[in-house]
C-alpha cells in the first residue's frame, strides 16, 4: 500500500492550516476588543466608587466636626483621601457647613 502524500491530502492540510490561524487571529482580535471593553468599563465604574468616597468621607466629617468639610484638599488633609488625577476630574461644592456637598466626577480623556 502507498502512503504517499497526493495532491488533495496536502491541498486539505494546508486548508485546515489556514482556517487555524484565521481562527487564532479571530480570537486574538476579539480577546483585544474586549480587553479594552473591560478597562472602559473598570475607569467608569471607579468613577462612581471615587464619588462614593468623597461622600463618605465627608459625611464622616460632618459626624466628628459638626461640619461638612469646605474643599477637597480638607479630605485629602485630614481624612486621607486619595484622588487619582490623572485618570478624574473632580469637583466638590460646598454650599454651607450644614448642607451635604455637590461631587462629580468625570472621566478623563474619554
Not at 32 to 54: H, I, P, Y
Not at 55 to 63: F, G, H, M, N, T
Request: with cysteine; hydrophobic share 45%; proline share 5%.
Amino acid at each position: 500500500m502507498y502512503h504517499g502524500k497526493t495532491p488533495r491530502t496536502l491541498r486539505r492540510k494546508l486548508a485546515l492550516a489556514a482556517a487555524g490561524l484565521l481562527l487564532a487571529a479571530a480570537l486574538a482580535a476579539a480577546g483585544a476588543w474586549g480587553a479594552g471593553r473591560l478597562e472602559k468599563d473598570l475607569v467608569a465604574k471607579g468613577a462612581g466608587a471615587l464619588r462614593a468616597t468623597v461622600l463618605e468621607r465627608a459625611v464622616q466629617c460632618y459626624a466628628l466636626e459638626g461640619a461638612y468639610p469646605p474643599s477637597l484638599a480638607y479630605l485629602e488633609e485630614n481624612y486621607g483621601l486619595q484622588v487619582d488625577r490623572s485618570r478624574y476630574i473632580v469637583t466638590y461644592e460646598a454650599f454651607a457647613p450644614n448642607l451635604l456637598p455637590d461631587v462629580t466626577v468625570l472621566q478623563k480623556g474619554g
